[in-house]
């Protein structure tokens, strides 16, 4: 059984960066599926990006997926951030008959 807990949140301009990390204890996240997701207000939760067991980086455009095995971490790297990112950033791991989620972490993008 994993725990995750994203952090890395706030508010960002519009065109700038944004890193958020998802720490996880209680298992490596070695042999997990690791995925980001997002909801924005008033809309259902969507994916962001999926980053398999094996896998160490998925460049996904303006996102970047990336998994730290020797901190247990798994990273979203967002670019040139604009309004519709706004959302709660959810991360996720997954095995066999099981996904196990983190509680989220409000990214909000204003001028």
């Known amino acids: 059984q994993v725990q995750l807990a994203e952090s890395g949140g706030g508010l960002v301009q519009p065109g700038g960066s944004l890193r958020l990390s998802c720490a996880a204890s209680g298992s490596s996240i070695r042999a997990y599926d690791m995925s980001w997701y997002r909801q924005a207000p008033g809309k259902q939760r969507e994916l962001v990006g999926l980053?398999?067991?094996g896998s160490s980086t998925n460049f996904l455009g303006r996102f970047t997926i990336s998994r730290d095995n020797g901190k247990n971490t798994l990273y979203l790297q967002i670019d040139n951030v604009n309004l519709g990112d706004t959302a709660v950033y959810y991360c996720?791991?997954?095995?066999?008959?099981?996904?196990?989620w983190g509680q989220g972490t409000q990214v909000t993008v204003s001028s």
């Open positions: 980053l398999p067991s």
């Open positions: 996720k791991a997954q095995t066999t008959g099981r996904d196990y």
